[in-house]
């Protein structure tokens, strides 16, 4: 079963907006990453945010954890074509890497 | 460096058949993980292996399904009198001693008819 909830399912921005997405969860967690997935294959890692941490930045990403609602957002700046993919929160209850990942938000970004 | 790699990239199989799906983790890497990725039911943990501890097979879905890890490197996840419901992306990752971040495959797509 899927521990995480994305929200929105797809999203369709243009070059230069910020892209924002939520993740909501169930249990208490370790730490929960964000990954991207072009063309339905391999992830990407993008940012690891753990349970005593508030927010991060990663270049043009800025994650945001708040335990206390059970929700993270991951914020794309100034997106570009580049960008468009799936991305996924996965959330470690235990740090020991075992991940429940959404089911994902689908980002268009058009030139 | 050469990333993780999986074969084969495609497989279509009978249904009934047995199939092997490899993984070849990042050198160095401890930590190994099979997921699959299916319409239905999105990301899934599968099973987990880290070091020589004993694997956390809690995702497996049926007994048909196992994996092994020979040497502490390559795993091979083995699906015995594949369903239909098997087709997926199977997706392996590994993670080094020190970090969460996980590393992925390409994946394999499995397709039983």
């Known amino acids: 079963s899927q521990q995480g909830e994305e929200d929105p399912q797809a999203l369709s921005i243009q070059e230069g907006e910020n892209a924002t997405m939520n993740c909501s969860y169930k249990?208490?967690?370790?730490?929960l990453q964000w990954y991207r997935q072009n063309s339905g294959r391999g992830l990407v890692h993008l940012i690891l945010?753990?349970?005593n941490e508030r927010e991060k930045h990663s270049g043009r990403l800025r994650v945001t954890l708040d335990t206390s609602k059970k929700s993270s957002s991951l914020l794309i700046t100034a997106s570009r074509a580049a960008d468009t993919a799936s991305y996924f929160c996965?959330?470690?209850?235990w740090g020991w890497g075992k991940l429940q990942f959404g089911a994902g938000t689908q980002v268009v970004v058009t030139p | 460096g050469a990333g993780v790699s999986q074969s084969p990239s495609n497989k279509v199989t009978e249904k009934g058949k047995d199939v092997e799906l490899r993984c070849d983790p990042i050198?160095?890497?401890?930590?190994l993980y099979w997921y699959r990725q299916s319409l239905g039911q999105g990301l899934e943990f599968l099973i987990y292996?880290?070091?020589?501890?004993?694997?956390?097979k809690s995702g497996l879905p049926s007994d048909r399904f196992s994996a092994e890890r020979t040497g502490g490197s390559v795993s091979t996840l083995t699906i015995q009198r594949t369903q239909q419901e098997d087709s997926a992306v199977y997706l392996c990752?590994?993670?080094?001693?020190?970090?969460?971040?996980?590393?992925f495959g390409p994946g394999t797509r499995l397709t039983v008819l």
């Open positions: 050198s160095g890497h401890t930590a």
């Open positions: 292996f880290q070091g020589n501890s004993a694997p956390d």
């Open positions: 249990t208490s967690i370790n730490n």
């Open positions: 945010i753990r349970s």
């Open positions: 990752a590994s993670s080094p001693p020190t970090e969460d971040e996980q590393f």
């Open positions: 996965a959330t470690d209850a």
